[in-house]
């Protein structure tokens, strides 16, 4: 296992000498490395630990303090995340199906307060030294401020050692024992995590409902734990010999344990978290990708047929590998864990938390490898870039394996209009922790998000958008891009000019509506009049087919773009000149006559999100 991480260190090295070559950016970041020893008592449901964390401050500023997240603080009455859900649970709405619901997250509800004392989660810091000296402490709730007694400065490296104790909570939301399908131990957000720090400054948010962020870094684990317990985890064993459940290697018989207990020690290279999960009945099934990580699927154990169920996802995996390494980058881990636990499917670096086996979780949840895992956006500010480029992704996974063309899969484009119609949009650039609604989050994030990249294809053509989810994935992984880094990347490859993109799309909740308008001759010549209805411009495709059964594609660039697309198939093209945003209207010609055209019609591929389709197409009647 060492020499792998060898290799990747190598491997990245040399990905870091060939990007300083060709001019990637350098943009700075913190490093961490974590060392944990946790002893967990499986009668109390308490834990103690130490951390003793290297912290390579990157960033050109001194540190005066430090904070670390305490994220089970949360779950606790009367917390920020209590009284925010229960605040939620007020607003009522009307559901895809039509029901009256609560705005709240149906998992958490007002479950929060009613948490008995041995029921509820804490994680409580007992000490933190840097470079040996004990350093002031100061609560606030979910965040800890280490107020220090010397700066910490650029470009230095510092070491802190952290004692704590912390309760696992009756598990309400993501992390806590005992969840719905009995697994005793989904640890996720379970240890003091050191804050990010970077060019926009701390990222102290207090958990509220959502979204992570953490420091790029290297993890040592060492779990101590009843020895009967089966731990799994974003991470390579590194004592599997000693421990067995069946990570141990082939031929080797793992000695009996002598104590009450045994300690597993896990290792992560270059991840920004780590997660585990324990349970006495869970058995592992394990599938070699080639080319690519070993899969583990560990769940508890069931009957053959949901068995079966659990075999199948992870043959789906190992058969979709391929695809997601050729359209998104190959995946750069040795293994990826899907663990049983949590309420849903939940992502984390190396491993996900699954509830049950579904093909959709299990592709979604690996795809945040590449999102969430890799490129590490700050979740609270970009929300959009983890779950929407996700959805989009696993959208294309699925279309590819059902061989249908991605563009005709809708779900997230309905879900986008759903929203921008139902008055409580709110701009992608919300906090995801500040929407007024969790349905605007959700519809944001997930649906105008991933909406957001497949219209892309339209404004650039498919095969470009390709290009730029590689070259996305080359320059910025480990690199915590924002949305800006993203859209470069796209003009960069693109050639076009796409800031509007971001500032209408992103920035705005203005919407598009393009309608065909009127059809005059003019000097023998046939005029078609485009309308733009709705405030965000465009450019159009317009295809015009004829009673012949021939077609013709009319391109009408937009003059913000500086450019045009190339042609995306085959019908023959027709380049006009661009269309000033600023014109409601545009005029183009065919040399057609009026009497051959059999109907006209705008983004036939429906890739644009035109909130009213009704008025993009003319038939025109015999
Ligand atoms: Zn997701």
Redesign the pocket.
Known sequence: MKTVTKLFLLSSLICHLSSSLQAQPDRWQQRIKYNINVNMNVVTNRFSGTEKIEYINNSPDTLNRIFFHLYWNAFQPNSSMDVRSRELGKIFLTNRRGDEIQDWDSRVRDRISKLKENEIGFQNVKSVKMNGVEQKLRNYETILEVKLDKPILPKSKTSLEVSFEAQVPVQIRRSGRDNAEGVRYSMSQWYPKVVEYDYQGWNANPYIAREFYGVWGDYDVNITIDKNYFVAAGGDLLNANEVGFGYEAKGVKPKPVAGKTITWKWQAYNVHDFVWAADTSYKMITRPVKDGPLIRVVYKKTDSLTDARWNKCADTMAIAYPFIAKTFGPYPYKTYSFIQGGDG?M?YPMATLVKNASIGTFV??WL?SWYQGMMGMNESLFPWM??GF??YAGMRVVCAFRNIPPTIYDYEYKGYFNLARSGMEEPLTTHADHYNTNYAYNNAAYDKGAVFLNQLGYIVGDKVLDKILLEYYREWRFKHPNANDFIRVAEKVSGLELQWYKEYWVNSIKTIDYAVGDINVVDNKTQITLKRIGKMPMPIDVLLTFKDGTKEMHYIPLNLMYGEKMAEDTVTRIVHTEWKWTDPEYNFNTDRSIGDIKSIEIDPSQRMADMNRSNNKLVIPD
Do not use: V
């Open positions: 499917g992502e979604h949840e945040h983890d779950e996700t959805n």
